[in-house]
């Protein structure tokens, strides 16, 4: 990705400073054209996303970086979606074992990827080459679906998970 | 470790019932602060619990997780819990992680405390 994002933000990985994010990403992509309740679900997956780093990346250190950049995406001269990308230092882990867990079984935790998957058109978790891991995910301006294109991939350029 | 989050978390009692009603946004940073609040309102061994939320602005799945800890909770103590008074947005993420259909919902306050629900 070589052009420079709309947005970019650099933050610590203290959860302290979730809540000025997703304001900023529900503001901003109501601002873009997304409807109220498309805004807070995009701000929604962006805040779930970002916690599962501090919890799982950084394993609760708070001192972690997080990169947050979004990318605004257009279709013939008008805005169609964002993309939205965020990497880390933290803990790598196999993007296949990303996983949601069953809805059936009903227990605390574990929702986060469920949501995301949920929200966004596109999710695709990898493994940076150094250390930590990259998660982009597009979301498509009049698009109510689940994540369709999910993918998973590591550094070496592996498979992808349907 | 960070901090827990500053969210108010309101509990008064009415009619033999626990009503506990956090105000503002209750996410990973927040959900600790609801979450000792429930367990200190089961501990006092109410009739039944309600969980006000009117006042919460926003909720991601901590806040989710402590509510289903808090349901564990119900069923092994056999205290009724019941939510009330969701906004949509809030509503939203509960029909999104289909815990919708897992809780007792009511529209209001009143219709929680009601022994119908």
Redesign the interface.
Known sequence: MNAPPDIAVELSS???Y??GV?ELVNLISRRVGFPD?QA??IA?AV??AL?NV??HGYL?R?DGRIWLRIYRIDAQGAFSGFRIIIEDEGRQVDPSQIKSRD?AD????G??V??IR??MDTVLYEKRESTGMRLTMVKLLGSDARATGSCCTDSSGGGCRG | MAEKGPIVVNVRQIDGAAVVAPEGEVGYHEAPTLRQALREAFDRKPARLVADLSGVTYMATPGLATLVEALQISKRTQTPLVLCALSGRVRAVFEIARLHTVFTIAEDLQSALSPKA
């Open positions: 203290n959860p302290a979730l809540c997703r309740g807070s679900k929604l805040d779930e916690a501090m919890n609760r708070t809805l009903i227990r605390p935790g929702l986060g469920h949501i949920e929200v």
